[in-house]
C-alpha cells in the first residue's frame, strides 16, 4: 500500500482521495473536554445528548386558534361554546379541564392542547361572540397539533458524538438543559512553509520575494475545520534546515508543508522525507490545481514524537501540498480536510457538490479533474456558475473574487453554456 518513497505514484483523484479516507478512518480523535455550551459551537461532540423528557412534553398547538373535537365540525359551519382559554405557559390549573361535545377552547401557538380535543382551527376560520364562536372549516383530527413526544421520546438520542456542533444542534443541546457539553481536544496541525524566496507578512520583499501567504490561507482552513494551526518558521530550501522544521512539525497531530513538492531542483521536502524514513501513498494526483500533492506518514517512535496523551503509538500523517497558493487551498480542502476532520473526531463524511447552469463555455485540455475558482450568482432558483478569469494556480486575487471551484472531469475538453456542472463551495 504505502510506496517506496522514490517512486513516484500519480493517482486518479478519486484513488487519492480514497487512499486518506481510508487512513483518516485508522486515526483516533485526541481527549475529551467539557465546555460551555456556546463554547462547544463549531466543535465535535464526545458524548451522546439523549432527551431529557418528551419532546414535545405536551400535545403542542402549532396556531393561535381553537381547540376543538374534529368530530364537532364534520359538517361547518358549526357553533361551539367557549369555555376558557390557553395561554403557552399557563399554570394546569387555569386551564379547562376537558374540551366536551359542542364545546372549545381559545389556544394559543406553543400550548398544550386539553383533552378532548383532537385539533386546532386557526383563529382566520372563525367568527366569535362572547361565550360563542362559529367555525367555518373542517378539520382533521391531528390537524395543527404535535403530538407528545412526537420530534422525540425521552432517552432517545437526539445528537451523537462525532458530530460537529452548528446552530441547530446547539439549539437542541440547549433545549435538553446541557449547559456543557462534552467535545474532542482540537488536534495540533503544523503548517511549515517552504522556499528561498518567501518572506514573513511583516517583511518588505525584495525583487524577487515574495510573501508568506500560504500559511494564512492553511491557518484559516485549519481553523475552520476544527484543528489548531501551529505556524512554523519558513523553511529555506536546504535540506539540514528542512529536515529540523519538518522534525519539529511532526510533534503536532499533523503536518502540512507547502511548496517543495514540485520536480524542481530544490524541491527537496519529498527526499527530506523520505530520508527519515517517511511511507508515501501518493506523491501525485491527476488534478489542476495541485498536481504535485503528497500524502504519506512517519511511524511513531522516539523523537520527534513525543508522548501526548496516548498519541505516541499513533503515526503522524503529513501532507506536501503545492506551494502555488491556489493549489495549497485546493490541495487542503480535497486531501487534508478528511484527515484533519478523522482527528478532531468528526464521523466521516463524503465530499458534496452542487450543480449549476455554466453561463459561458469553457474550454481546457483533457487528462485532469479541475478544481477551477468560480463565482455562482444568480437569483432565486436561478442559479448560474462562470469561471473567475485567473492568471493560474498562483492568481490569489482572482480566488479571493470566487465564492466556489467548477469541477471539470478529465475526459471534458468542452463544457457548453448552459450545460449543468458540478460545483464546490469555497
Ligand atoms: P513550489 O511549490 O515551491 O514550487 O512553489 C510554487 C509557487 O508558489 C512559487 O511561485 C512560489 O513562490 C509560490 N509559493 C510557495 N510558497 C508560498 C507561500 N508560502 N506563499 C505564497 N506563495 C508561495
Ligand atoms: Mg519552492
Known amino acids: 500500500m504505502a510506496v ?22 485508522r486515526v483516533h480523535p485526541l481527549g475529551t473536554e467539557s465546555v460551555d455550551l456556546l463554547a462547544a459551537a463549531g466543535r465535535v461532540l464526545a458524548e451522546s445528548v439523549l432527551a431529557d423528557r418528551d419532546i414535545p412534553p405536551f400535545p403542542r398547538s402549532t396556531r393561535d386558534g381553537y381547540a376543538v373535537r374534529s368530530a364537532d365540525l364534520a359538517r361547518p359551519p358549526a357553533t361551539l361554546d367557549v369555555i376558557g382559554e390557553i395561554k403557552a405557559g399557563e399554570k394546569p390549573n387555569k386551564r379547562p379541564p376537558a374540551i366536551g ?11 398544550p392542547v386539553p383533552v378532548g380535543a ?3 382551527v386557526m383563529v382566520e376560520y372563525s367568527a366569535r361572540e362572547e361565550n360563542r364562536v362559529e367555525i367555518t372549516r373542517t378539520v382533521v383530527a391531528g390537524e395543527n397539533v404535535v403530538p407528545r ?52 507578512v511583516g517583511a518588505t520583499p525584495g525583487p524577487t520575494q515574495i510573501r508568506n501567504s500560504n500559511s494564512y490561507s492553511l491557518a484559516v482552513q485549519i481553523q475552520e475545520a476544527g484543528g489548531e494551526p501551529v505556524l512554523l518558521p519558513i523553511a529555506p530550501d536546504e535540506p539540514q534546515a528542512l529536515r529540523r522544521l519538518i522534525e519539529q512539525g511532526l510533534k503536532s497531530d499533523l503536518l502540512l ?12 521536502v519529498e527526499q527530506v522525507l523520505s530520508e527519515m524514513g517517511a511511507e508515501f501513498f501518493f506523491t501525485g494526483a491527476k488534478i ?26 499513533q503515526p503522524r500523517y503529513f501532507f506536501g501540498l503545492p506551494g502555488n497558493p491556489v493549489s495549497t487551498m485546493v490541495t487542503f ?21 452542487l450543480q449549476a447552469r455554466l453561463k459561458s463555455e469553457i474550454r481546457v485540455k483533457t487528462g485532469l479533474k479541475r478544481f477551477l475558482p468560480a463565482i455562482l450568482s444568480g437569483e432565486f432558483e436561478r442559479a448560474e456558475v462562470e469561471l473567475v478569469k485567473w492568471q493560474g494556480s498562483g ?32
Open 101 to 111: 361535545p359542542g364545546q372549545t377552547a381559545g389556544i394559543m401557538t406553543g400550548a
Open 149 to 200: 413526544g412526537a420530534e422525540a421520546r425521552q432517552g432517545s438520542v437526539l445528537l451523537d458524538r462525532g458530530q460537529r456542533l452548528n446552530d441547530a444542534a446547539i439549539a437542541l443541546a440547549a433545549s435538553v438543559g446541557k449547559s456543557q457539553l462534552r467535545v474532542y481536544k482540537r488536534p495540533k496541525v503544523a503548517v511549515l512553509t517552504t522556499g528561498d524566496e518567501i518572506v514573513e
Open 288 to 313: 489542476q490545481p495541485g498536481r504535485p500533492v503528497v500524502f504519506g506518514r512517519c511511524s511513531a517512535g522516539p523523537p520527534p514524537f513525543e508522548n501526548r496523551e496516548g498519541w505516541a503509538t
Open 257 to 268: 508543508v507547502t511548496g517543495g513538492v514540485s520536480l524542481g531542483r530544490y524541491d527537496l
Open 395 to 426: 492568481d490569489i486575487a482572482a480566488t479571493a473574487r470566487a465564492n466556489c471551484y467548477i469541477i471539470i472531469p478529465p475526459d471534458r475538453e468542452c463544457i457548453a453554456a448552459g450545460e449543468w456542472v458540478a460545483l464546490m463551495m469555497r
Open 4 to 25: 517506496a518513497p522514490a517512486r513516484s505514484v500519480v493517482l486518479s483523484f478519486e484513488d487519492a482521495r480514497g487512499l486518506v479516507e481510508e487512513q483518516a478512518a
Open 118 to 120: 383532537d385539533a386546532v
Open 333 to 353: 480542502e480535497l486531501f487534508a480536510r478528511p484527515m484533519l476532520e478523522a482527528l478532531t473526531g468528526q464521523s466521516p463524511r463524503k465530499l458534496t457538490f
